[in-house]
């Protein structure tokens, strides 16, 4: 049958009976799976929320009552964490799960602090609420400070931080992350000559710019070596000469 070849998940059916929910029991089972192939030697696990669902099937609103739910009774842990990842800077939610805490509460049942049920409802009246005044940011759950921060640091143009903060709220955890990575560029083969403003930088969006490189001194993050040794002419992404 057609149906046999749908993808399955496995779930430890102890932890469902525990948390009176069986998405408790796929998310906890997932990432036990998760974390034994992991490679963070202090047992941090990346995993965006687009995986987690395609995986388990939970969609963002149960996901968080999960986490919730498991952050409450000291199974989880959660951290961001700047990670080089496809030649950008990206902050990422990671976790990290006390399996032997869980095994405790395993053989303490009455030990745990709530109930699933309970939150999903209450949390499902508390999204109602907030989808009628305002977007909800899909990968975020609340303003990413730190890696504005990191943005205006590297930026360095001291000009209009609160409204250029409001800015970098609205704009999506990509743009985010290639406005680091272009802004390092940026001010790294210009010496931080002829920018905007950084509200204007963001709203207009001139992090997708492209980066003109107009000498020898200004291009070794994007040339190798050996080019550094061989040629001291004027190279770029694009070629331009010195009357452009």
């Not at 965006?48 to 842990?77: D, H, P, S």
């Not at 920018?195 to 003109?212: A, F, H, T, V």
């Not at 020898?216 to 994007?222: E, M, N, T």
Request: proline content about 2%; charged content about 30%; glycine content about 2%.
């Amino acid at each position: 049958m057609q149906s046999m070849k749908r993808k399955r998940i496995a779930y430890c059916p102890d932890y469902a009976i525990l948390f009176d929910s069986v998405e408790v029991a796929v998310f906890l089972s997932q990432f036990e799976y998760w974390t034994g192939k992991q490679k963070d030697i202090d047992g941090w696990i990346y995993k965006g929320q687009e995986e987690i669902y395609k995986e388990t099937g939970l969609k963002e609103t149960k996901q968080k009552v999960v986490r919730k739910l498991l952050k409450e009774n000291n199974i989880l842990f959660e951290k961001r964490k700047i990670v080089f990842e496809k030649r950008e800077l990206r902050n990422l939610l990671h976790y990290k799960f006390d399996f032997e805490h869980l095994e405790h509460l395993l053989e303490h049942p009455e030990n745990v602090k709530t109930r699933y049920e309970n939150q999903i409802s209450n949390t499902q009246k508390k999204n109602d609420t907030e989808k009628q005044t305002c977007n909800l940011h899909t990968s975020e759950e609340q303003p990413n400070t730190e890696s504005f921060e990191i943005f205006w640091k590297i930026y360095d143009k001291n000009i209009g931080k609160s409204a250029t903060q409001i800015q970098w709220d609205k704009m999506s955890e990509e743009n985010q992350n290639k406005a680091i990575t272009h802004a390092r560029e940026f001010a790294k083969n210009t010496e931080k000559q002829f920018r905007p403003n950084p509200l204007k930088y963001l709203s207009e969006q001139k992090y997708l710019d492209e980066i003109i490189i107009t000498n020898q001194k200004q291009r070794s993050a994007l040339t190798t070596k050996q080019d550094e040794y061989t040629s001291s002419q004027f190279v770029g992404i694009k070629n331009v000469s010195p009357s452009n």
